[in-house]
């Protein structure tokens, strides 16, 4: 089905599931413990062995010798795999760096050996066994430091020139010239990377936890020289991924590699010490935002640039896209700068690009705000925009930011709120409120799925998209039954399997959107065969309440499709609206927080979003969603931050208990608005995405909060007791 013109009514606007707080159909089996994770498929193969892998003990260099003599000679040991003995392997499209390391070293922790064993002890035990001595060479570290050698990367559109922001800026008569940083961060998903590999001739199964099905079956079959149709990937349940689990990873190539060198099936499970360095990470960030405004709050000129770094061949963390078109400003300038480093790769991270973006402009808005005697909120306002700042004559196709703003600040009772700093104590508690903008854009991307029916009536849904956690399983199937006209306890989804039809995968706040679009395109194509089948114009079948009319005659929709079934395969392909339209997601955050005056404890005492972001599917699960992103959103204001050892090349705390996340105490009630908004642009459900605009704004909302708490403005995450002590007012307590 290609999606040319915005959509009219259709089955989906009847609601009567689709837009329903349904419960997540696959909730029973994750709380009852029978939704399988790939680890845990012990019985879909016989024999299976554990895979432990080794990681480098440098960040960069090569591999002088290896000796696996005493680890082949252990107990269980059934096969060492490393870059001597792996064969040939090429090199998939999504990876920086090679997931076998071997003669050379790229980075810390880059896998060079799989010990294969009877056991997990096993494999562990003679994995302590190798001897591998290395020759290290010197590499670049430290962002800072490589900053001024940084240059343009080769990505579409690194820089962006509108008007002229040179001459307009140093005439405006209020401005802003600040820098902010953000740190390197880890996605510590809950479940590690995970592959079961199983070798029958010469075609290979893997159970995976993956994000993107297709991309990661397509490069595995590159990495081991395979013909794609050689190889099958099935990932039902995925325990968390935000982007770490988008691409291939070293534990599948190594599953892979162990089973075919021991001749048996082979499991993988990453060690969590080796998550940080080995998996990909989100890229630190230095970013410079200079903004001019007229006194009466009007943004002029504005200009965001940010300096990342990465492996050769990586991209950079492109902070600068949500300033490209969040605010007016008739001058502008935006630019990105990637340096190399010798760290561990950095890719997508829940929002890459908005998330650490945000976290620096929405901090640059309020101290403009500040400058300009202007509430924030109306600072804001005051600058909205409904067209492309960038091309003034496309216009976005919903845009209710200052819709989210306006209810956020009544609802939360932003009025209460001093516009002078450090004026709210409550005993020990210095107490302030933060707001900020939140934007992420809507990504339109193919997804195919295929719908049968059953002489029963059964409805099964069929696609490789996946499911982390966000409800696929549940949306999917509300999707089915709209269009169909059952219950949803009449649908069966079936997901995560490249067998089935390629869909968007999970990423990229893309996927319930047009995945659920997939579901459509394939009903549409089934009701039409059966409209058919009876003798009907399609338009003049209704499906409804398990039952199929046709003018006088109703059947019910087994008795349709008939004993053999039937069965729609269909995809949506989306045509030029995305250029006629800027489709993008809008929220405002309120934070606020206590700061402790004699510690500099930070507490956050309550948080509020108000998100307009095209229909939504279901709002159960998607305030989950938003809830949970709210949540990484206080992480990264308040303590996510990997630290880098800058002589040696890595990640010092590359674990759970180094590096520190936000915990069930750490997080007070949280409210989530959804406004009512469908965008006919954006597909037939009319929907676009929630997932990543829940955390895009939410740490600068934090940021800003202590400020208005303490007075003291921190420009570099994360925001530390450490860095508002000097600073503090006087701890003595009011009489």
């Not at 599931?17 to 019985?43: C, F, M, N, W």
Request: with cysteine; charged share 20%.
């Amino acid at each position: 089905m290609k999606f040319e013109t915005p959509a009219s009514t259709n089955p989906i606007d009847q609601l009567k599931v689709v837009g329903q707080p349904l419960d997540r159909i696959d909730g029973p089996l994750k709380t009852s413990g029978l939704a399988r994770y790939a680890y845990e498929q012990h019985d879909v193969v016989a024999r299976q062995a554990y895979g432990y892998i080794v990681g480098s003990s440098i960040p960069k260099g090569r591999i002088a010798a290896m000796d696996t003599r005493a680890a082949l000679a252990a107990p269980g040991v059934l096969a060492v795999v490393n870059a001597q003995n792996a064969g040939k392997l090429g090199k998939g499209k999504f990876n920086s760096a090679r997931l076998l390391g071997g003669p050379g070293i790229d980075h810390y922790h880059q896998a060079v050996a799989l010990v294969v064993a009877e056991t997990f002890e096993q494999a562990r035990a003679a994995a302590q066994l190798l001897k591998i001595d290395y020759v290290s060479t010197p590499g670049a570290f430290d962002l800072a430091a490589s900053r001024a050698s940084a240059t343009v990367p080769a990505v579409p559109n690194p820089e962006s020139v509108v008007g002229n922001f040179a001459g307009e800026f140093p005439a405006a008569p209020v401005q802003l010239d600040a820098t902010y940083t953000t740190p390197d961060q880890s996605h510590s998903m809950m479940e590690p990377f995970a592959s079961l590999a199983a070798w029958e001739g010469d075609r290979l199964t893997v159970w995976i936890s993956n994000q993107m099905i297709a991309w990661t079956a397509a490069d595995l079959a590159t990495t081991l020289g395979l013909a794609p149709d050689k190889v099958r990937l099935v990932s039902p349940y995925i325990g968390g991924g935000f982007g770490g689990k988008l691409f291939l990873r070293a534990d599948t190539v190594l599953a892979a590699l162990g089973a075919r060198a021991a001749n048996r099936p082979v499991k993988v499970a990453m060690q969590r010490p080796l998550m940080a360095n080995n998996g990909t990470h989100r890229p630190a960030t230095i970013q410079r935002i200079r903004i001019g405004a007229a006194q009466d709050g009007r943004i002029s000129a504005i200009a965001h640039e940010s300096w990342s770094g990465n492996l050769a061949g990586g991209k950079p963390e492109n902070a600068i896209a949500q300033t490209r078109l969040l605010y007016a400003g008739a001058h502008r300038y935006t630019a990105l700068r990637l340096s190399p480093l010798d760290l561990p790769e950095g890719n997508a991270m829940r929002a890459p690009g908005e998330a650490p973006g945000l976290m620096a402009l929405e901090i640059a808005m309020d101290e403009m705000a500040e400058k300009l005697g202007m509430d924030p909120v109306e600072f804001r306002v005051i600058n909205d925009t409904q067209t492309d700042p960038e091309k003034p004559g496309r216009p976005f196709s919903q845009r209710q930011l200052v819709e989210c703003l306006r209810l956020g600040a009544e609802r939360f009772g932003w009025s209460q709120r001093s516009p002078t700093p450090a004026q709210r104590r409550e005993g020990r508690w210095l107490v302030g409120m933060g707001m900020a903008a939140g934007f992420r854009n809507n990504q339109l991307t193919k997804s195919g799925a295929r719908v049968r029916v059953d002489s029963k009536g059964l409805v099964i849904v069929e696609s490789d998209m996946t499911d982390i956690g966000t409800g696929s399983y549940t949306i999917m199937g509300q999707t089915a039954a709209e269009m169909m006209g059952v219950t949803l306890r009449q649908v069966e989804v079936r997901l995560g399997d490249s067998s089935y039809p390629v869909s968007a995968g999970s990423g990229g706040q893309w996927g319930a959107n047009n995945a659920t679009s997939g579901v459509y395109a394939a009903c549409v194509k089934l009701r039409e065969a059966i409209a058919q089948k009876l003798g009907v114009a399609p338009a003049d079948a209704v499906f409804s309440d398990g039952m199929v009319r046709t003018g006088a005659k109703t059947v019910t929709l087994g008795e349709a499709v008939g004993e053999a079934g039937m069965a729609g395969e269909d995809s949506i392909e989306y045509g030029n609206l995305g250029k006629q339209y800027q489709q993008s997601t809008f929220a405002g955050h309120f934070v606020e927080v206590g700061v402790a005056v004699d510690t500099g404890e930070i507490r956050v005492r309550r948080m509020l979003a108000v998100c307009a972001a095209g229909r939504i599917l279901n709002p159960k699960t998607a305030r989950s969603q938003v809830i949970g992103a709210m949540t990484m959103g206080v992480g990264a204001a308040l303590m996510e931050e990997l630290a880098v050892d800058k002589r040696r090349g890595f990640f010092v705390n590359h674990d759970l208990a180094g590096y520190e996340v936000p915990v069930h105490a750490d997080i007070p009630h949280q409210e989530v608005i959804f406004l009512q908004e469908t965008d006919p642009v954006s597909s037939p459900m009319k929907a676009k995405g929630v997932g990543e605009l829940g955390l895009c704004g939410v740490a600068a909302a934090l940021a800003n909060a202590v400020y208005n708490a303490t007075g003291v403005r921190v420009r570099d995450y994360p925001v530390t007791l450490d860095k508002l002590l000097a600073h503090m007012p006087p701890a003595s307590y009011p009489a």
